[in-house]
């Protein structure tokens, strides 16, 4: 699928979700700007350890409803996911006084691959105001038309020091017809104005190259700076 065919999906997305949705008297957008030495998704990096600079722009159409689209690029090459285009829409709902849940559809695209990676992701977390959550995923094609994939994941966050906090998240990945593993991340992070800085270490039980959904590797380190504009 062509660069334009994919922004089209991808606006087409967010028209939607502007158009059929009951929203806010004025939708409130924002935008920021990452810069980080990795892109590491469910615990691997999508595109061989390369650094990447993404773009992240959101709408708050109402209380409850929330799109966005991301562009993230890196310089790795083609047959690597260098260049992810994703678009996203998403029901956040207070269920009682310390619990929130959040159910999001996203459908990522991968430009200018030598192969088809593209894919749809439903995912839904139970989150407590502690900072403890829970988070549950499915994707019917994950990084392949012909293969399903369930993530979960165990999440804490907590303040630290003034401006600083910590993450920690535990998780597992099972894909039935290829092989299941299991991830540790944790993150060290520090806020300053409209700057968020970010250490993290990256863990994963399995080392496995050239599967249908791509390396199995852990990435380790990975250092991020991000600026929120608006």
Same mark, same amino acid.
């Given at each position: 699928?062509?660069?334009?065919?994919?922004?089209?999906?991808?606006?087409?997305?967010?028209?939607?979700?502007?158009?059929?949705?009951?929203? *806010? &008297? %004025?939708?409130?957008?924002?935008?920021?700007?990452? *810069? &980080? %030495?990795?892109?590491?998704?469910?615990?691997?990096?999508?595109?061989?350890?390369?650094p990447i600079i993404a773009i992240n722009a959101e709408f708050q159409l109402n209380y409850h409803w929330t799109a966005g689209i991301q562009l993230e690029k890196s310089e790795a090459g083609k047959s690597q996911r260098n260049q992810n285009l994703s678009s996203y829409i998403g029901y956040d709902k207070k269920i009682s006084e310390n619990w929130l849940s959040s159910t999001y559809f996203t459908h990522r695209a991968f430009l200018d691959s030598q192969r088809e990676w593209n894919y749809d992701e439903f995912s839904s977390r139970l989150s407590h105001k502690n900072g403890f959550s829970v988070a549950l995923s499915y994707a019917p094609n994950y990084y392949s038309s012909s293969v399903k994939a369930i993530g979960t994941t165990v999440n804490y966050s907590r303040p630290l020091i003034k401006n600083s906090y910590i993450k920690a998240s535990v998780g597992n990945m099972s894909i039935p017809s290829l092989l299941s593993y299991q991830f540790i991340e944790t993150t060290v992070g520090i806020n300053y104005k409209r700057l968020n800085v970010e250490l993290s270490y990256h863990w994963v039980n399995e080392r496995i190259l050239s599967t249908p959904v791509g390396n199995i590797t852990s990435p380790q380190f990975v250092f991020s700076v991000n600026y929120f504009a608006f």
């Open positions: 699928m062509r660069l334009h065919q994919h922004i089209n999906f991808s606006c087409y997305v967010l028209f939607l979700s502007l158009w059929s949705l009951p929203v *806010a &008297a %004025s939708i409130e957008p924002s935008l920021f700007i990452r *810069a &980080a %030495s990795n892109s590491v998704y469910n615990g691997v990096s999508e595109n061989a350890n390369q």
